[in-house]
């Protein structure tokens, strides 16, 4: 069962006792320190974390996680970091049993419509389904690559992914 808001704020008060701060910006910059170059960006199912899968440390990696691990909605966030840290690569990936395949974006369409029916922008929206796992990462690639906000030295640094979620390896996908 899934804990409750509440619980997971005992959980915080629990582990702050023991925080440990990190270093702020400026502390980072005093100690000839940079922030993580690496962004990788993937889906917020909970099987498909990065820390894990990749073992990183704090501050190995910028990880941003949405719904299918699809670049299109975080492009300006992406501009916006490489333009404030400078990013030097980009992992795009995605998983196997993604929740993003077993739904299509009619199905989640006629849900909102059912909801909102005067809601007319519904009809034109897209919620990022995946019929193909290696397909729909080789299209993030292409859609970085082609954004007129990421460098194209940025762009040819961007790699893909797919991560098993069975076997725990990942395996490139080329853009």
Same mark, same amino acid.
């Given at each position: 069962?899934?804990?409750?808001?509440?619980?997971?704020?005992?959980?915080?008060?629990?582990?702050?006792?023991?925080?440990?701060?990190?270093?702020?910006?400026?502390?980072?910059?005093?100690?000839?320190?940079?922030?993580?170059?690496?962004?990788?960006?993937?889906?917020?199912?909970?099987?498909?974390?990065? %820390?894990?899968?990749?073992?990183?440390? $704090?501050?190995?990696?910028? *990880?941003?996680?949405?719904?299918? /691990?699809? +670049?299109?909605? #975080?492009?300006?966030?992406?501009?916006?970091?490489?333009?404030?840290?400078?990013?030097?690569?980009?992992?795009?990936?995605?998983?196997?049993?993604?929740?993003?395949?077993?739904?299509?974006?009619?199905?989640?369409? %006629?849900?909102?419509?059912?909801?909102? $029916?005067?809601?007319?922008? *519904?009809?034109?929206?897209?919620? /990022?389904? +995946?019929?193909? #796992?290696?397909?729909?990462?080789?299209?993030?690639?292409?859609?970085?690559?082609?954004?007129?906000?990421?460098?194209?030295?940025?762009?040819?640094?961007?790699?893909?992914?797919?991560?098993?979620?069975?076997?725990?390896?990942?395996?490139?996908?080329?853009?």
């Amino acid at each position: 069962m899934s804990p409750t808001v509440a619980e997971l704020l005992e959980r915080n008060r629990q582990l702050a006792a023991t925080h440990e701060p990190f270093p702020t910006f400026s502390e980072m910059s005093d100690a000839g320190k940079s922030p993580a170059k690496i962004a990788i960006v993937t889906c917020i199912d909970p099987r498909s974390n990065p %820390d894990r899968f990749l073992g990183l440390n $704090p501050g190995d990696a910028l *990880v941003i996680r949405n719904v299918c /691990g699809h +670049i299109a909605p #975080i492009l300006n966030d992406i501009a916006a970091l490489d333009v404030f840290i400078g990013l030097s690569d980009i992992m795009v990936v995605h998983h196997t049993d993604c929740g993003a395949s077993h739904f299509n974006d009619s199905l989640i369409r %006629d849900g909102l419509k059912k909801r909102f $029916p005067s809601n007319e922008d *519904v009809d034109t929206m897209s919620f /990022g389904a +995946i019929t193909n #796992i290696e397909q729909s990462v080789k299209d993030d690639l292409t859609i970085l690559k082609k954004s007129p906000l990421i460098s194209k030295e940025l762009g040819e640094r961007s790699v893909g992914f797919v991560y098993d979620i069975k076997s725990g390896l990942l395996t490139a996908v080329e853009g």
